[in-house]
């Protein structure tokens, strides 16, 4: 008597950690961003922003836009499969993005309340790198 074996798919979870990774991160880019292109300035300063009284608005907006299209590039190509390579190069983008607002905040004396969460989002943003570069790529449709 043969009896067949049904062999259940072992999970990726390399895989699931990183689209939970794309996920926090662009929720947190979405959301940051969204802040900076749409509320009024006195808004994001009441918020604790206090840097954005010493740049030009036009730059603060700028960072905002460019926040919603890195959080945007984290999951549109990898979920569509089309140009997923765009996914590391918004990873790589929102690195940057933390090293400078990491300097930014330094050099502000700032770094007791924003060092934590600029490190956290970098690491995410790194974890993203390596990982669809090394352990889970997505490959690209057709």
């Known amino acids: 008597m043969t009896t067949a074996t049904m062999t259940v798919p072992r999970r990726n979870w390399w895989t699931i950690g990183l689209w939970v990774a794309q996920t926090l991160l662009a929720v947190a880019y979405l ?14 300063v009441s918020m604790g922003l ?23 590039g984290l999951i549109l190509p990898s979920l569509t499969r089309i140009l997923p390579v ?3 190069a918004a990873a790589v983008g929102l ?3 933390q090293v400078a607002a990491i300097i930014l905040h330094a050099t502000r ?5 924003s060092l934590p969460v600029n490190l956290v989002l970098l690491a995410l943003s790194l974890f993203i790198v390596w990982g669809r570069t090394k352990k889970a790529r997505i490959a690209s449709r057709g």
Do not use: H, N, Q
């Open 95 to 97: 690195s940057v993005v």
């Open 109 to 113: 004396g700032e770094t007791a309340m």
């Open 50 to 72: 206090r840097y954005v009284t010493t740049m030009p608005e036009l730059f603060i907006r700028f960072v905002g836009l460019m926040e919603i299209l890195g959080a945007t």
């Open 86 to 88: 765009l996914t590391l």
């Open 31 to 44: 959301s940051a961003g969204s802040m900076k292109l749409f509320l009024p300035m006195d808004a994001l």
